[in-house]
């Protein structure tokens, strides 16, 4: 892997240019502060030729599972997000850690954890007040908790913005279909 993607090394953020649609690659594990100073400056510089950002990272900012992870959440947030929210671009977050599926929004960005392609799938809350989902979910033999379908995500660039299509099917299921769908219009 490092002879051929020799930039990915721990705590090393890139970027990569898709038309008007700035991908960002973070990693939430190793020296937060250090990458929330570089997306800054890095968000600055894209705001003159990008409509976009998409951010991808592995653990979640926010999550409604059962087990969340106060504090690194709020690292991450004070860190990684804080710059996003503070920038004229269009922007989507997503990650993974968290198994399952979960679509939130909050200060106006939409956050996708998507990471329900394998392993054992986290319970989420029975309250989630923040999650916009909508689709189905599988069945669960813990009352007061919910899990959703194994997963993967389709996004693409349309010419009025971001759309996103959820994919995914639960433990029993033989046939892959439509879970969740959504567009972000770009802010200009």
């Known amino acids: 892997v490092r002879a051929r993607f020799p930039w990915l090394e721990p705590g090393l953020p890139y970027e990569v240019g898709y038309g008007d649609v700035a991908l ?22 894209l705001e003159a030729r990008h409509a976009a950002v998409v ?44 198994h399952g599926y979960e679509r939130l929004r909050f200060d106006g960005i939409d956050f996708v954890v998507t990471a329900g ?26 009352a007061g908790t919910v899990l959703r379908p194994f997963n993967y995500v389709l996004l693409r660039r349309t010419s009025a913005g971001l759309e996103v299509r959820t994919r995914g099917l639960c433990r029993n299921e033989v046939e892959v279909g439509g879970i969740d769908a959504f567009r972000i219009r770009l802010r200009r």
Not at 67 to 73: F, K, L, N, S, T
Not at 85 to 93: A, E, G, Q, Y
Request: one cysteine or more; hydrophobic letters at 35%.
């Open 24 to 45: 960002v690659f973070l990693d939430s594990e190793t020296r937060l502060a250090a990458q929330g100073r570089w997306l800054a400056r890095r968000l600055a510089g």
């Open 55 to 98: 951010v991808f990272m592995h653990r979640a900012p926010y999550t409604d599972t059962t087990e969340p992870e106060p504090e690194r959440m709020h690292a991450i947030r004070a860190h990684l997000i804080a710059p996003l929210r503070r920038t004229s671009l269009t922007t989507l977050v997503f990650s993974g850690h968290e």
């Open 117 to 142: 392609g394998g392993g054992a799938r986290e319970r989420l809350r029975a309250e989630r007040p923040h999650d916009v989902y909508t689709g189905p979910d599988c069945r669960h033999e813990h």
